[in-house]
């Protein structure tokens, strides 16, 4: 069975600092693993993904992520965030060849000016 | 239309009535997940559909939800004997077959029980 756990459900941080947003999961197969973003009152996008290949993934708004199979991690980060990062992220997992998609429970990141 | 589409976008209903909530997936897309989320929450996967496979209903709460979808199209969720617990947004998302392709979210339908 696969799960992904985010520990922090709230992340406060000053505008232009940098932030990380954790992801474990658990699974006993390959995955792919994804990081969604849902922006006040909007649905969720796609920030990026890893599929294969190299560890660091890089997304959308400066945002990047690191594969780490040692750990069961896919830890999200930005090195400066804007006011307009404020948003809910959530980590997902799917196994290889399977298609179902399975979140975490998000993190609300919020951006103090 | 060009992205995931879902009606009614808000539901408010009385306790014990059925509602039922539709989705529009995007053309050409074989998989399609139903999530609830509630209030302050992550998102509970419910169901989910591929192709003509059986759907994955691992996640459907109790015998009061049901899904159902028409080869590749449009898709209903039918939540019976609604109960206050019921009360979240149902979100929607589609995708083409492969596992490694991007989940497409419609707007949610907000469904309050009252």
């Known amino acids: 069975a696969q799960s992904v756990t985010q520990l922090d459900s709230q992340v406060p941080v000053f505008e232009e600092a940098p932030v990380e947003l954790r992801c474990n999961y658990s699974?006993?197969?390959?995955?792919?693993l994804f990081w969604y973003v849902q922006y006040p009152n909007q649905g969720l996008q796609l920030l990026l993904k890893?599929?294969?290949?190299?560890?660091l993934v890089k997304g959308i708004n400066g945002f990047e992520a690191e594969f780490n199979k040692s750990q069961t991690s896919f830890h999200l980060r930005k090195p400066s965030v804007h006011i307009s990062d404020t948003a809910e992220y959530f980590c997902?997992?799917?196994?290889?060849?399977?298609?179902?998609?399975?979140f975490g429970t998000g993190t609300r990141l919020t951006v103090i000016p | 239309g060009a992205g995931v589409s879902q009606s009614p976008s808000n539901k408010v209903t009385e306790k014990g009535k059925d509602v039922e909530l539709r989705c529009d997936p995007i053309?050409?897309?074989?998989?399609l997940y139903w999530y609830r989320q509630r209030l302050g929450q992550g998102l509970e996967f419910l169901i989910y559909?591929?192709?003509?496979?059986?759907?994955?209903k691992s996640g459907l709460p109790s015998d009061r939800f049901s899904a159902e979808r028409t080869g590749e199209s449009v898709s209903t969720l039918t939540i019976q004997r609604t109960q206050q617990e019921d009360s979240a947004v149902y979100l929607c998302?589609?995708?083409?077959?492969?596992?490694?392709?991007?989940?497409?979210f419609g707007q949610g339908t907000r469904l309050t029980v009252v």
């Open positions: 890893y599929l294969s290949g190299s560890t």
């Open positions: 559909f591929q192709g003509n496979s059986a759907p994955d």
């Open positions: 997902a997992v799917t196994q290889t060849g399977a298609n179902n998609l399975f």
């Open positions: 699974s006993s197969v390959s995955v792919y």
């Open positions: 998302a589609s995708s083409f077959s492969r596992g490694d392709t991007e989940a497409f």
């Open positions: 053309s050409g897309h074989t998989a």
